[in-house]
């Protein structure tokens, strides 16, 4: 005897749960509704009444189990996604780490000084990469629960975004990228110069993931009208008007070409729109389909520092 299987997915329960409560409290109201047109006592009156307003309390239970239910769902698969996307973007740095770590145990290496080093930069950086990985769980779990402390000095920010220019450059190689930096502005900004770096970094590390092989990254600092701005751009793949509009949202990725998510675990400009908010200044997004990207940083101006 041939098995019949259901093949539902979330969307389609909902849907017939929401059915399900749906139809009995329009029955049921237009019941009362009924009983209330034809009664001819006050009793029948009373008895429409209670018939609708006890439908209209298991329609609201109805709708609150419905959107409970669904916020569970989502809640649950976007924390299976999450651990996911982690587990993948550990694994690589991981991987590339195991695999030069295996070829210099081998001592295959031991007469050739030359790829000696080659082989453990390669492992600096892609333990640059971890670390910076880790800092960013641990940033996210911080925010999250609102006990991140920032430690705020007035001062320039040039040290600060100099500090995620250096730490970006040891995490990629020399001859990776061209990466033009132009440092323009003396006006004091209340920060802190770790959260900063830490927002400058991870533009940094996206405009790096997101470009093809001619990769060009590109960091502007300036004042402006008691403002300090802060550009960091791309030749990248770009996003479109949907993807630029949620890019900021927590576990958001963009599609490639319409189609694929990006890869990422989506916090990282989430996090950055968090401490930039926390600076009282905004982080915006101007970009096209395959005309790369420039994400703007605008910080007030606290005091002007001669």
Known sequence: MKRFRLNLNLTS???????????????STAAGIVAIALSKDTGGVIIGALIISFTATAAGCGLLALVFTGRKARLARQQADFIANISHELRTPLSAIKLYAQTLHSGKLADDPAQTAQCVATILRETAWLDVMIDRLLTW???SKDMLELSMKTQPVAAAVQGAIDRFNSMVSPDELTLSVAMDSQLGVRHDAQALNAVVLNLLMNAYKYTGTQKEIGVRVRDEDHRVIIDVEDNGIGLSTADAQRIFQPFYRAARNGKEETGGIGLGLAIAWSLIEQHNGTIAVSSRPGEGSTFTINLPVTEQTP
């Open 13 to 27: 329960v909902i849907v017939i749960l929401a059915v399900g409560v749906l139809v009995p409290v329009m029955l």
């Open 141 to 143: 779990r911080a925010t």
